[in-house]
Every structure is written in structure tokens, then in C-alpha cells.
């Protein structure tokens, strides 16, 4: 593998752990209910439950992505499986500053506005993230999009989502929000790019 190859492999899955680092910390609040204070959620606790679940996400993701192994060690040095404190300024970076930053952003209200916020917000991302890295990968369109619908399922499941529809919804919200920047004529994206995006979404929709 070049040099640049290896620069873009690693820009490609760090778009994708970046989010799903922000769905762990999401999902650890959510879990741990809205009387729980921040100070007292426990990721190590929220990661160790959801184990085989994280597991089989980024499994996905390295075959999706066709990542080396040395690449998925990104997540190591990431950190956010392992414990750490979750802050209210970290859900408001998570949520796209849903709220206004001020010293009462840790209360329920807030919290649980930056929650619903940021589940929506990161799955979207990681979401793109997934389909990016398919499509700079080459991957098959049929088999890499069902991956891509089971790992968008367990990131949702993550955050609370576990209906039958939460796959469809954030898939609408990516049509929705980010896909248009691929594939307007104003966007700079190579055609192969954008024929490779209008191929997955064509895809993900007749999944969903």
C-alpha cells in the first residue's frame, strides 16, 4: 500500500469511528436514564454490555471499508470505549449545538435535548461515513449495502433506536442532508464519485 493510500484509508475510517465514538457516548447517557447525572455514566459499563454489538459494527466497517488490520487499531488510540467522563460541552459538540453553551447545560432538559439531537446528527454521519468508504473502496453495491443497513441497525440499537423503522429514517435524513453535496452539479466530486453514491443510494433505498 502507497503512502497515500494509507492516508486516505486512515482519513476514511477515522469518519467513521469519529461518529461512533459520539453514538458510544450518546448511548451510555441514554441508557443510563434521564435521573442519572453525567458524572455518575458509565461508558466502560455501557461499552463491556454492548460488547458483541460494537464488535460486529466495526467488523463491518473494516470489510466495507476494506481496512487493514492496522487500521482498526484507530479505535485504540480514539479511547472512547474505554472509561472516560462524558461532559455536557462534548454532547453539545456530538448534537451540532442544539443548545446554548451556559452553566446550566448539564441539566435534564438540556441533556436529553442534546441526546435525541446528537443520536440523529451522528448516525446521519456515520451513515455517510460507511457509504464513503464503500464507494473509495470499490466495493460490490448489493452485498456492501446490506452490511451497511445492519450496521446502521446495531449503531441505532446503540442509542435506543431498536424499531423497525430507524434504519430508514436515518437513511431518509442522509438522502435528505448530505447527500445533495455529492451530487449536485455544483459539487466538486468526481462523476465515478457520484455515480458510486447514486448507485448505494439507489440500493439502500430498495433495502429499506
Do not use: C
Not at 464488535?55 to 488490520?69: D, E
Not at 446550566?104 to 436529553?112: A, E, G, R, Y
Amino acid at each position: 500500500m502507497s503512502g497515500d493510500a494509507q492516508v486516505s484509508e486512515t482519513s476514511l475510517a477515522r469518519e467513521i469511528f469519529g461518529p461512533l465514538g459520539g453514538i458510544v457516548e450518546i448511548g451510555a447517557v441514554a441508557d443510563a436514564g434521564e435521573s442519572t447525572a453525567l458524572a455518575h455514566v458509565s461508558v466502560d459499563e455501557f461499552t463491556a454490555r454492548n460488547h458483541p454489538k460494537l464488535s460486529q459494527i466495526l467488523r463491518t466497517a473494516q470489510t466495507v471499508g476494506n481496512f487493514h488490520s492496522s487500521t482498526m487499531t484507530i479505535v485504540e488510540e480514539l479511547g472512547w470505549h474505554a472509561d472516560h467522563k462524558i461532559t455536557a460541552p462534548s454532547l453539545l459538540l456530538w448534537s451540532g449545538g442544539i443548545e446554548e453553551y451556559s452553566p446550566d447545560l448539564d441539566n435534564p432538559q438540556s441533556v436529553q435535548r442534546m441526546v435525541s439531537a446528537g443520536a440523529d446528527l451522528q448516525l446521519v454521519h456515520f451513515t455517510r461515513a460507511m457509504v464513503g468508504a464503500a464507494v473509495a473502496a470499490g466495493q460490490p453495491v448489493d452485498a456492501s449495502s446490506e452490511l451497511i443497513v445492519e450496521a446502521v441497525r446495531r449503531a441505532a440499537g446503540l442509542v435506543g433506536a431498536e424499531n423497525a423503522g430507524a434504519a430508514r429514517v436515518i437513511y431518509r435524513m442522509w438522502r435528505a442532508s448530505l447527500l445533495p453535496q455529492v451530487l449536485m452539479p455544483a459539487s466538486a466530486s468526481p462523476n465515478s464519485v457520484k455515480t458510486g453514491y447514486r448507485s448505494f443510494a439507489h440500493a439502500l433505498e430498495s433495502l429499506l
